[in-house]
């Protein structure tokens, strides 16, 4: 028979694996991005921070597209994290069993929809309305944009929020109404907080989706290499990292390969420190919440 000190050794090691596995997989992506990416570094330098992107002129600046890149992640969590947070708590706490047996699977079947087809309606439906209503120059724009990859996160929010306000004990509210809380108070005071942490959770993820998303982006956007004018135009077209190497790879040779390669670079940055300052707000929040600050 093997110990239970053994046992538990094991358990700890097996995870301890995976988790530096994890750790080995990420560090190789980025040495990977980073060998076919050096010689464009080598070669421009800081031109490839530029604001100009001309292949004719040897000009290859990726500013546009890193400023598309969270101008569209940021304006889609806009959209998305107000939206999913109030249908989770109509799920999780209003709304009866059997509405919510019905709302949950069918706002979680919006996540199995191809992107494609979200930038298909996008770009002929959404795009023409915003065009229409707006008189804006062209269908495209960084609005429609947003909202579309809004709508893309919205089924990841709202169930993993969903998830971690039912998970909240029970006992905790009951406390809250008995001691004359009404039942927006409760969810404002008890439930929110103590399921802060799944919640942030929830909006990483929908960042993820928001900031990785290539096809219906580059079917909205209009895959222009510019800066919006001014730099906070919703209404403008522009460009983003995922949408630029989708758009560029297919045809581009020689040094625009070890460019687009340098764009994953970035993105693979950009996401790094979203993430990072995500954690360091989720870890603040949980902590306001708990009293500990």
């Given at each position: 028979?093997?110990s239970?000190?053994?046992?538990?050794?094991?358990v700890?090691?097996?995870?301890?694996?995976?988790?530096a596995l994890?750790?080995?997989i990420?560090s190789?992506?980025f040495i990977?991005?980073?060998?076919?990416a050096?010689p464009a570094?080598d070669t421009?330098?800081?031109?490839l921070l530029?604001?100009?992107w001309?292949v004719s002129?040897n000009?290859?600046g990726?500013?546009p597209?890193?400023?598309g890149?969270?101008f569209?992640?940021?304006g889609?969590?806009?959209?998305?994290?107000?939206?999913?947070?109030?249908?989770?708590?109509?799920l999780?706490?209003?709304?009866p069993e059997?509405?919510?047996?019905?709302?949950k699977?069918?706002?979680?079947?919006l996540?199995?929809?191809?992107?494609?087809?979200?930038g298909?309606?996008?770009a002929?439906?959404?795009g023409r309305?915003?065009?229409d209503t707006?008189?804006?120059?062209?269908?495209?724009s960084?609005?429609?944009?947003?909202?579309?990859?809004g709508?893309?996160?919205l089924?990841?929010i709202?169930s993993?929020?969903d998830?971690?306000?039912?998970?909240?004990p029970?006992?905790?509210?009951d406390?809250?109404l008995?001691?004359?809380a009404t039942?927006?108070q409760t969810i404002?005071?008890?439930t929110?907080?103590a399921a802060?942490s799944?919640?942030t959770?929830?909006v990483i993820m929908g960042?993820?989706?928001?900031?990785?998303?290539?096809?219906a982006v580059?079917?909205i956007?209009g895959?222009v290499?510019k800066?919006?004018?001014p730099?906070?135009n919703?209404?403008?077209t522009?460009?983003?990292?995922t949408?630029?190497?989708?758009?560029?790879?297919?045809?581009s040779?020689?040094?625009?390969?070890n460019?687009l390669?340098?764009?994953?670079?970035?993105?693979?940055?950009i996401?790094?420190?979203?993430s990072v300052?995500?954690?360091?707000l989720?870890t603040?929040?949980?902590?306001?919440?708990?009293?500990?600050?």
């Amino acid at each position: 028979m093997v110990s239970r000190r053994v046992k538990d050794k094991l358990v700890h090691l097996t995870f301890f694996g995976i988790a530096a596995l994890s750790v080995v997989i990420i560090s190789f992506i980025f040495i990977f991005l980073f060998i076919r990416a050096y010689p464009a570094i080598d070669t421009f330098g800081t031109g490839l921070l530029g604001s100009e992107w001309n292949v004719s002129r040897n000009k290859f600046g990726l500013l546009p597209a890193m400023y598309g890149s969270v101008f569209v992640a940021v304006g889609a969590l806009a959209v998305a994290v107000p939206l999913g947070l109030g249908a989770a708590i109509y799920l999780s706490e209003i709304a009866p069993e059997r509405v919510r047996m019905i709302l949950k699977p069918l706002i979680e079947l919006l996540a199995g929809i191809p992107s494609i087809v979200y930038g298909f309606i996008g770009a002929i439906l959404l795009g023409r309305y915003l065009y229409d209503t707006f008189g804006m120059r062209g269908v495209n724009s960084f609005l429609a944009a947003m909202l579309v990859l809004g709508i893309m996160a919205l089924p990841i929010i709202v169930s993993m929020s969903d998830d971690a306000m039912k998970a909240v004990p029970k006992d905790l509210k009951d406390a809250s109404l008995a001691l004359g809380a009404t039942r927006w108070q409760t969810i404002r005071k008890v439930t929110i907080p103590a399921a802060i942490s799944g919640i942030t959770s929830a909006v990483i993820m929908g960042m993820g989706r928001a900031i990785g998303e290539t096809m219906a982006v580059m079917l909205i956007i209009g895959s222009v290499m510019k800066m919006p004018v001014p730099f906070f135009n919703v209404f403008d077209t522009g460009n983003t990292l995922t949408a630029l190497i989708a758009v560029q790879m297919g045809e581009s040779h020689g040094i625009i390969i070890n460019v687009l390669f340098t764009a994953g670079i970035m993105l693979f940055t950009i996401v790094a420190v979203m993430s990072v300052i995500s954690d360091i707000l989720q870890t603040r929040t949980t902590e306001k919440f708990e009293g500990k600050r």
